[in-house]
């Protein structure tokens, strides 16, 4: 008579049989057959656009409810979002409860005061922030929009707050737009070699220049194309998340999905999906792209690999 032997895989979690204590009875047990078919949601790819005219705030680039996190988020680790200050005597309070948060400042100027040394910000200007509470935005004679990225759901996923001021892995970073440009200049005064991702400039600090990182788990990328040019198809295991900064007649291609590009959309690439950008106008193009590719590179596995030749 044969026995019905039931597989590993199918066996339900397991509960300690005689636990002894409460942190005993708290243990539960999987096996080599069912503790790796976790399936979380994937990342969607998605384009957002800035709030309206007239609409001030903090507006977060939110898909919580499709990555299934319970917390805000723009992919597992990023949270995108726009902040839109009124000009005037009211600052803006902020806290980043994250451990570090980029900003670019896509139109009008402003003054950042709280945590750290002050300091007023215009327009392409570039800025990080280390996690702390007690920022102050305040906006100029026209106000400001900004666009920030930090790493809020990293910290949320293990309940954790970022260190304290005096222990922070980074420090405040300010680029002006002047600094921005004169880089550039450099950049486009040398040539590249058919392995090179295309011209970008990446954005790193004192703190962080061994890694070549903004912050330990963040990059920073601010890239181009030149009229009828493309960056190939390629892939990497950090998520991206981009800024739209200037481009007419572009689209990016993500997996699938053709994205025409949008001003000041913000563009999310899931992990691991084959992705290129495209300019078809006649001006040059520039986005930047914040990745968690610091804790990949730190983990070797960003996996970046091209998916055309040159």
């Keep these: 008579m044969n026995e019905t032997v039931t597989d590993m895989a199918e066996l339900p979690m397991q509960h300690p049989g005689a636990p002894a204590s409460a942190a005993q009875a708290r243990a539960r047990f999987f096996n080599s057959g069912n503790a790796f078919n976790v399936k979380l949601p994937e990342v969607p790819a998605r384009l957002f656009s800035p709030p309206p005219e007239g609409q001030f705030g903090v507006f977060d680039c939110n898909q919580s409810e499709a990555l299934g996190s319970g917390f805000a988020a723009t992919t597992p680790l990023m949270l995108a979002r726009y902040v839109r200050i009124a000009p005037g005597d009211m600052p803006l309070p902020l806290d980043v409860r994250a451990t570090g948060a980029v900003w670019y400042v896509i ?29 102050r935005l305040a906006g100029g004679p026209e106000g400001a929009l900004l666009w920030s990225v930090g790493n809020e759901p990293q910290l949320a996923f293990e309940r954790a707050e970022p260190a304290p001021v005096v222990d ?87 997996g699938d999905a053709h994205c025409p590009w949008e001003p000041w959309a913000t563009l999310v690439t899931p992990p691991g999906a084959p992705h290129s950008h495209h300019n078809t106008g006649a001006y040059g193009a520039r986005f930047l792209i914040v990745q968690d590719g610091g804790l990949h590179y730190h983990a070797r596995t960003m996996g970046f690999a091209f998916l055309e030749a040159a």
Excluded: K, M
């Excluded at 009008?108 to 920022?135: C, I, K, M, N, Q």
């Excluded at 011209?199 to 061994?210: E, K």
């Design 107 to 135: 139109s009008g100027s402003g003054r950042l005061d709280g945590a750290f040394d002050g300091f007023e910000f215009g327009a392409g200007d570039v800025f990080l922030l280390p996690g702390a509470t007690g920022y």
């Design 168 to 254: 922070a892995s980074i420090d405040v970073v300010h680029y002006p737009a002047a600094e921005i440009e004169r880089q550039f200049a450099t950049i486009f005064s040398t040539g590249t070699r058919d392995e090179t991702s295309g011209r970008a400039l990446i954005f790193s600090s004192d703190r962080q220049a061994a890694a070549r990182n903004l912050t330990p788990t963040l990059t920073l990328s601010f890239n181009t194309l030149s009229p009828g040019t493309w960056q190939r198809s390629h892939r990497h295991n950090s998520a991206a998340v981009t800024l739209v900064v200037q481009g007419e007649g572009c689209h990016s291609v993500v």
